[in-house]
């Protein structure tokens, strides 16, 4: 058998093996791609690991050097070229961020609408819907039975609002001590009716399965110097 005018040799058939293996590969990782569209962080490492050997294979037949420098995620920079580049940029991209470390796209949907809406299932005293608002990893963490006994016996003395809720603080963050969000957490200053002064709720929100879930809710009375009374509340 020849190739170019030329009987194949050793280099050849180890050539030809990478090119093959490389590509048999990419399409086991195609497949399981669309098997497992949310792989764990292990199945993910396993996946980079094959696919930037396969790059690495396909990539040794492909015409022209590619030269490479990339900063270690810790110390120090690799330089490389030809196919160990390749091998480099796919190992030390990720694309797949959101999916791997648990992050999710921020929601179309508006945050603050979601928050007060739950303030209003919350002022109704509707503790099994408002319950249902939250993210699946706070409801199996906290029963309803648990959840309606903390938050009735906090929010029911104070009685029907009436003024509030008013925005007084927001902030977004992508990600809390133990948790990736991302996040969006309202805080409101109301009156009422079972309690003297002005009192504060704050919300937060975080983003699960494409739309917004609640992830905490606490309430405590607005007191100086670490909160600051609205002037519309006088």
């Given amino acids: 058998?020849?190739?170019?005018?030329?009987?194949?040799?050793?280099?050849?058939?180890?050539?030809?093996?990478?090119?093959?293996?490389?590509?048999?590969?990419?399409?086991?990782?195609l497949t399981l791609l669309v098997a497992i569209p949310k792989p764990t962080l292990a199945q993910f490492f396993a996946f980079r690991l094959t696919l930037a050997l396969a790059a690495a294979g396909v990539g040794a037949f492909i015409p022209g050097f590619m030269h490479l420098e990339q900063p270690l995620p810790h110390r120090g920079l690799i330089r490389c070229g030809g196919a160990m580049a390749l091998f480099a940029a796919v190992w030390f991209g990720n694309p797949a961020k959101f999916a791997i470390e648990g992050i999710s796209p921020p929601p179309t949907a508006d945050a603050r609408e979601f928050l007060e809406h739950f303030l209003s299932v919350s002022d109704k005293d509707d503790m099994a819907a408002a319950?249902?608002?939250?993210?699946?990893?706070?409801?199996?963490?906290?029963?309803?039975?648990?959840?309606?006994?903390?938050?009735?016996?906090v929010r029911r003395p104070l009685g029907n609002r009436v003024k509030g809720p008013i925005l007084w603080n927001t902030s977004n963050?992508?990600?809390?001590?133990?948790?990736?969000?991302?996040f969006v957490f309202n805080a409101y200053q109301s009156t009422f009716s079972g309690r003297t002064g002005v009192w504060v709720e704050v919300v937060g929100v975080i983003a699960e399965d494409g739309r917004w879930r609640m992830h905490t809710y606490t309430l405590q009375p607005c007191i100086a110097p670490f909160c600051q009374q609205l002037e519309s509340l006088n």
């Fill in 1 to 29: 058998m020849k190739v170019t005018g030329r009987p194949i040799d050793k280099k050849d058939l180890e050539r030809y093996a990478i090119f093959l293996f490389g590509v048999l590969f990419l399409c086991v990782i």
């Fill in 131 to 153: 319950y249902d608002m939250f993210s699946q990893r706070e409801r199996s963490s906290v029963s309803l039975a648990s959840f309606s006994e903390l938050v009735g016996n």
């Fill in 173 to 182: 963050p992508e990600e809390i001590p133990g948790r990736k969000g991302p």
